[in-house]
């Protein structure tokens, strides 16, 4: 079995997992702007928790977008600071895919459009459909989509939201399901992943932003 370490820093939560030998291990935190300080030690106690070194792992996990510019750039910046020092590949996944695979978790749908708030009156955007309680198809790339972009959709499929986009969504009569990702839904995918040869040299890891500007626009501009 694959021993794995993954981290979740995209959005005001913090979370990181580790998989070894068939057991999980899980550090999470849901204060906002904490990310920095709470990572490492998260990594340092569930290594001590499952005896284990860096060096002992397959690869680090780590979601590189969309979410938080600054939530992204701490996770990518501890997973490539581990993943150098100890000489490990990095599997990266996206947000959205991490949503969609806790929604499976908890429920099984067959399909499903996942929303992340993006401010400025926008949402990250992707539709996966489920081949069965592990695996997704992503059937539209992930895009950004404005609120009457969503409402324009047909309402057949379950639309997961995170972050502070669900009320809004939620008064306008839309079938939403809130939750926000956790680093435990990225251990399948970077098995997944890693057995496929598409684990990555730390340098190689880029971020996801989707969008380049993330200030709200000046009024007359």
């Known amino acids: 079995m694959l021993s794995l370490l993954a981290l979740e820093t995209t959005t005001d939560a913090c979370s990181a997992a580790l998989t070894h030998c068939g057991r999980v291990f899980v550090r999470q935190s849901n204060v906002p702007r904490q990310h920095a300080k709470e990572m490492l030690p998260f990594v340092d106690s569930l290594l001590k928790e499952a005896g284990l070194t860096l060096q002992e792992l397959d690869a680090i996990a780590v979601t590189h977008g969309p979410g938080s510019f600054t939530g992204i750039r ?99 009569g839309l079938p939403i399901v809130a939750m926000e990702p956790e680093a435990l839904d990225l251990l399948p995918i970077a098995a997944t992943r890693l057995q496929q040869g598409l684990g990555l040299l730390p340098a190689h890891v880029d971020p996801l932003y989707v969008r380049s500007d993330v200030a709200v626009p000046k009024q007359g501009t």
Do not use: W
């Open 74 to 172: 701490i996770g990518l910046g501890v997973a490539q600071g581990l993943a150098f020092g100890s000489s490990k590949p990095i599997v990266t996944a996206t947000t959205l895919e991490l949503l969609a695979l806790k929604t499976l978790r908890l429920e099984f749908v067959r399909h499903m459009l996942v929303l992340m708030d993006a401010r400025m009156g926008q949402y990250y955007a992707a539709s996966f459909e489920v081949k069965n309680a592990q695996s997704l198809h992503m059937v539209t790339p992930l895009q950004l989509l404005s609120v009457a972009d969503i409402t324009a959709l047909p309402q057949d499929e379950m639309i997961v939201v995170s972050g502070a986009c669900a009320p809004t969504l939620h008064d306008l």
